[in-house]
Every structure is written in structure tokens, then in C-alpha cells.
């Protein structure tokens, strides 16, 4: 994979992945899929990375995975029905779609769901900067980070029923929680558009910016978080994924073991010290 199809920047504590295929409208390709899973690996791992923005370039924020390389040949996945051949569509006269048993399970688990759970499990926070065009998985991508801008001109499209497909990548998981069973199944049923405004009105959207305006509200964002108690941040992220799969027993005794963790950090002690102290904290991350 050329390095210039997912672009990688630190800047200021922030780590910025840009896809950047605007000819496919940012359809992802296994390379940028795997690429993608190892930086948010390492920006988990990185103490100097202290949130994350996701976005892409063009007028698509991503359109999917893409078929056009061999590998992902019948691999579900979404397309924004602009003609891109993406996941879900065969490959006209293609005679190698022979599979065996368990063969798109095995697919599934190993790319749509292995990239969506290292979005989910990344210990920093995550923000989706939607530019464009979010259709099938590339929806769900934007879902499953922790906090979604849009621009005026993205919009959402649970594509997989236009191609008689079952979604991928999480969707059946995330989309519930965000906005309901009835909700989500309207959306995954009909494979209607969704613009930005009325994401951001079901839930699915923090906020809706002017398109010049993305960058500019994204860096302004992923600056507070940096400037934040990044382990509490990582914590709180934990208790709030793991709350609507916990009984109220379970997730009470997650949240005091997550205080019992966090008040071992220096960011705990400074945010303390600063309040006795009357004035603004400096966490540092740690």
C-alpha cells in the first residue's frame, strides 16, 4: 500500500489518520484496513498520542471497503451507490467466488470487525471529523469513535440492503445503541440517505459544521481531549462502551475498580490538588 492512501500526522499530542483515495471516495482497501488497526494500536500504546481524529479527503469520508483488489473479492462491506465498485458488488465475470465453509465469517471477523473493535478499544479518545460520503462500513467506522463531527455535506447510508446484504463491520451492534431498535432497523431496512442534519437530530452526530469549518471545530476538539486526564478519558470510554452489555451490578462494580485505577494516576492527584488549590489543572497524561 503506497503510504499516502492512509496519511499519518502527531501534531500537538493529537494523532490525525486521513484516508486519502478521494477517486474512490475513500473505499478502504485491506492494506489501509490493516494499516488503519495498527495506528490506532499504537496510538493506544503511544503515551505521547492523547486523542485521535479520523477523517478523510474528497467528498468522501469513506465509502466502504473496496473490491477492486482481489483479496476482497465478495467481502462484504458498502458503497455509496455512486457507481464505485465497492464491497458487496462481484466483480463482473469473476469465477473465483468459490468458498468454503465458513470462509465469510472468517472475512468478517478478521477485517470489518477487527477494525471497528480497534476504534472501540483504543485507550485514547477518538473523534470521527465525517467530510464526506459515510456509506456501509464506512458509516459504522465513523459510529464507533467516541465523538462524530459532520460536515454540512456528509451524509450516512446503511448501503448493505441495496446490495440484498446483511451489515457488517458492528453496524448491528452500534446502531441500536445509538438510536434504538426501531431506528435502526428503518435505517438498515429502507438503505435511505441520511444527511447530516438529521444524524446529528437521531443521535448519531455530535455536530454539524459548515464544510470549511470541519478541520478548524476537529483540531479545537481533539486539542481540549489532549489537554485532558488521558487515563480517566480512557477509563471513562471503557465504562461507557461496556454499560449497555452490563447488568447494573456488573457495571457499578466496573466503575469502582475504574476509580480504584484512575486514583493511582498523577493526573488524579494534580485534578485534586488543583481544586484545593483554586486553580487549573495541568494533566500530563499519566
Not at 485521535?52 to 468522501?60: A, F, I, K, P, S
Request: glycine share 12%.
Amino acid at each position: 500500500m503506497p503510504v499516502s492512501e492512509v496519511l499519518h500526522v502527531v501534531d500537538g499530542q493529537v494523532a490525525y489518520l486521513t484516508l486519502n483515495r478521494p477517486e474512490a471516495l475513500n473505499a478502504l482497501t485491506p492494506a489501509q484496513r490493516d494499516r488503519l488497526i495498527q495506528l490506532f494500536g499504537e496510538a493506544s500504546a503511544n503515551p505521547d498520542v492523547r486523542a485521535v481524529v479520523l477523517t478523510g479527503t474528497g467528498r468522501g469520508f469513506c465509502a466502504g471497503a473496496d473490491l477492486r483488489s482481489g483479496a476482497e473479492a465478495g467481502e462484504r462491506g458498502a458503497g455509496d451507490g455512486s457507481g464505485e465498485r465497492v464491497a458487496g458488488e462481484r466483480v463482473p465475470g469473476d469465477r473465483s467466488g468459490e468458498r468454503a465453509a465458513g470462509d465469510v465469517a472468517r472475512m468478517i471477523r478478521e477485517g470489518a470487525q477487527r477494525l471497528v473493535a480497534a476504534v472501540l478499544d483504543c485507550e485514547k479518545p477518538v473523534i470521527a471529523a465525517v467530510n464526506g460520503t459515510a456509506a456501509g462500513l464506512g458509516a459504522h467506522l465513523a459510529l464507533a469513535c467516541d465523538l462524530v463531527l459532520a460536515a454540512e455535506s456528509a451524509r450516512f447510508i446503511e448501503v448493505f440492503v441495496r446490495r440484498g446484504l446483511v451489515p457488517d463491520g458492528g453496524g448491528a451492534y452500534l446502531l441500536p445503541r445509538l438510536v434504538g431498535p426501531r431506528r435502526a432497523k428503518e435505517l438498515m431496512f429502507f438503505g435511505d440517505a441520511l444527511s447530516a442534519t438529521d444524524a446529528e437530530r437521531l443521535g448519531l452526530v455530535n455536530r454539524v459544521v459548515p464544510d470549511g469549518e470541519l478541520d478548524k471545530t476537529a483540531r479545537e476538539w481533539a486539542a481540549r481531549l489532549a489537554g485532558g486526564p488521558t487515563r480517566a478519558l480512557a477509563l471513562t470510554k471503557q465504562l461507557v462502551n461496556a454499560s449497555l452489555d452490563s447488568d447494573r451490578g456488573t457495571a457499578f462494580a466496573a466503575e469502582a475498580a475504574a476509580q480504584e485505577i484512575n486514583m493511582t494516576t498523577a493526573d488524579a492527584q494534580e485534578g485534586v490538588a488543583s481544586f484545593v488549590e483554586r486553580r487549573s489543572p495541568e494533566y500530563r497524561g499519566r
